[in-house]
């Protein structure tokens, strides 16, 4: 992908993105038009999710919803018929999660949100691949989301199956080849094999962050713009509580 100048369009994002065709620019190009609700009345969804939302705005509702989730107080926001029908033509999701591919992990649950609020990127060990990457600008650029949250989780068989390496089947092994690097930073390894998968977990996620800043400059550009957040969490299976990591 071509370097971004330091003033770069949303029409060159477009067609830095136009692999799609005619048919994609024309989605793209309808879902930015913040100002142009699909529905006259313009749900809650719609109007919450609009790009005026910051990125530490974005950030805070996530781990508001997370505090809800925790207390058993959840509020379900955004999952009835109305929501349903606003977000049917267009979407504005105000956060991206890239979350590890695990049953256990849902992010609209863990964070109390409904339809249409993230923008969900899962793939096993939360790992940063070309697709994923490019899932990644597509929610920053076009969709216009100012956070992105990597998280990952306690226990995570990913991680765990980097750590004791060994022979894999089929094609499991290319997402554990992209953990391992992740494993050099840990600085102290632990005997005890549990200690150190819980250190993988956050060292995977803190690497995997590091890798979409360093590895586009779509991501990297928004984030001089000030149009974008990065961060890593940490979520518990045992409690429910997402913790940051970055």
Do not use: W
Request: proline residues 3%.
């Amino acid at each position: 992908m071509k370097q971004m100048s330091q003033r770069t369009s949303r029409r060159e994002l477009l067609k830095l993105f136009g692999v799609g065709g005619v048919g994609l620019v024309a989605a793209t190009a309808t879902s930015l038009r913040y100002a142009e609700p699909a529905y006259a009345d313009q749900s809650t969804a719609e109007t919450e999710n609009s790009e005026a939302v910051s990125s530490e705005a974005a950030l805070q509702r996530l781990l508001d919803g997370n505090q809800r989730f925790m207390q058993q107080k959840r509020q379900y926001p955004h999952q009835a018929a109305g929501d349903l029908q606003a977000v049917a033509t267009v979407q504005h999701p105000f956060a991206t999660l890239l979350t590890c591919a695990d049953s256990r992990v849902p992010g609209e649950i863990i964070f109390d949100q409904g339809i249409g609020d993230l923008f969900d990127v899962r793939v096993a060990g939360n790992v940063v691949t070309p697709e994923v990457l490019g899932s990644l600008e597509y929610a920053a650029a076009l969709l216009g989301t100012r956070l992105i949250m990597v998280v990952g989780h306690e226990r995570c068989g990913a991680v765990t199956a980097a750590i004791q390496g060994g022979a894999l089947p089929g094609h499991v092994s290319t997402f554990v080849k992209a953990i391992k690097p992740a494993l050099a930073s840990i600085k102290t390894k632990s005997a005890d094999v549990n200690q150190q998968i819980d250190q993988a977990v956050t060292a995977n996620v803190q690497y995997q962050v590091e890798q979409l800043k360093q590895n586009s400059s779509v991501l990297t550009q928004l984030e001089l713009e000030r149009k974008l957040k990065i961060v890593g969490g940490r979520y518990d299976l045992d409690t429910g509580a997402v913790t940051l990591v970055t």
